[in-house]
């Protein structure tokens, strides 16, 4: 259900479970995680895309339940830690629909780029569920208002509004939807690999410094990048 091939330093992802909306069941939460553990010592790019008309509708709730609550979240916990430590930038391609759960495998994509036709929804909500994950992963991204309104009510988005509040980092034409995927991973690996996952470990260091001490942290890094590449 998770198909993943491999190029060089260069991996693709693809979610095989058309018919479903490509819907996370347990066993593909269990494969991802798995896959992102095991490519983190030699992937320096990632792409997600989904099979069929639809990037993921999310969870699949149909899915009966095995063992406790907190042993289901701690699966999703531990894929989500997995995307956090990936070392490697992860680029997501969006065509169709994602939401809940979908709508967060966006999130922690580096970069997102959606077909303008894509459609975002946060629906938990409405199915009686509160998306700690979800909220744990906006933060980030959006103003407080903006991400209480799509948390709150559920409304979904366009690919347009989408790339205004930064849920995505450029929209593109349907058709033109896979090859920008390959194309910015192309560019991206084409890069020095020790300056391309520099870049990817100081921003996510950078948002736990207080911003008073970044200036003198930034001077730190930057000077240890320019000893690493002599």
Same mark, same amino acid.
């Given at each position: 259900?998770?198909?993943?091939?491999? #190029?060089?330093?260069?991996?693709?992802?693809?979610?095989?479970?058309?018919? $479903?909306?490509?819907?996370?069941?347990?066993?593909? +939460?269990?494969?991802?995680? *798995?896959?992102?553990?095991?490519?983190?010592? @030699?992937?320096? %790019?990632?792409?997600? #895309?989904? *099979?069929?008309?639809?990037?993921?509708?999310?969870?699949?709730?149909? $899915?009966?339940?095995?063992? #406790?609550?907190?042993?289901?979240?701690?699966? +999703?916990?531990?894929?989500?830690?997995?995307? @956090?430590?990936?070392?490697?930038?992860?680029?997501?391609?969006?065509?169709?629909?994602?939401?809940?759960?979908?709508?967060?495998?966006?999130?922690?994509?580096?970069?997102?780029?959606?077909?303008?036709?894509?459609?975002?929804?946060?629906?938990?909500? @409405?199915?009686?569920?509160?998306?700690?994950?979800?909220? !744990? !992963?906006?933060?980030?991204?959006?103003?407080? &208002?903006?991400?209480?309104?799509?948390?709150? #009510?559920?409304?979904?988005?366009?690919?347009?509004?989408?790339?205004?509040?930064?849920?995505?980092?450029?929209?593109? &034409?349907? !058709?033109?939807?896979?090859?920008?995927?390959?194309?910015?991973?192309?560019?991206?690996?084409?890069?020095?690999? *020790?300056?391309?996952?520099?870049?990817?470990?100081?921003?996510? $260091?950078?948002?736990?410094?207080?911003?008073?001490?970044?200036?003198?942290? !930034?001077? +730190?890094?930057? %000077?240890?990048?320019? $000893?690493?590449?002599?």
């Amino acid at each position: 259900m998770i198909d993943v091939s491999v #190029t060089g330093r260069g991996a693709r992802v693809v979610f095989r479970r058309a018919q $479903e909306g490509n819907r996370f069941n347990a066993a593909m +939460v269990v494969q991802m995680r *798995d896959k992102l553990r095991e490519l983190s010592s @030699s992937i320096d %790019v990632l792409t997600l #895309t989904g *099979d069929g008309q639809d990037f993921c509708l999310g969870r699949d709730r149909k $899915e009966g339940r095995a063992g #406790t609550p907190y042993d289901s979240f701690k699966l +999703v916990t531990e894929l989500n830690e997995s995307f @956090s430590e990936f070392p490697g930038v992860v680029v997501s391609g969006v065509r169709g629909r994602a939401e809940g759960f979908g709508v967060g495998l966006v999130m922690r994509s580096d970069i997102a780029i959606a077909s303008d036709g894509a459609k975002f929804m946060l629906d938990e909500v @409405s199915h009686g569920i509160a998306p700690m994950f979800i909220m !744990a !992963a906006i933060i980030d991204h959006l103003q407080p &208002k903006k991400f209480a309104d799509l948390i709150f #009510t559920g409304r979904e988005v366009g690919a347009a509004e989408a790339l205004d509040l930064g849920f995505v980092s450029r929209v593109v &034409k349907d !058709a033109d939807l896979q090859a920008t995927v390959d194309r910015v991973a192309a560019d991206l690996l084409s890069c020095n690999r *020790d300056v391309l996952l520099a870049c990817k470990r100081y921003l996510k $260091e950078a948002r736990t410094i207080p911003e008073s001490g970044r200036h003198a942290y !930034a001077l +730190v890094q930057q %000077v240890r990048a320019a $000893e690493t590449k002599k």
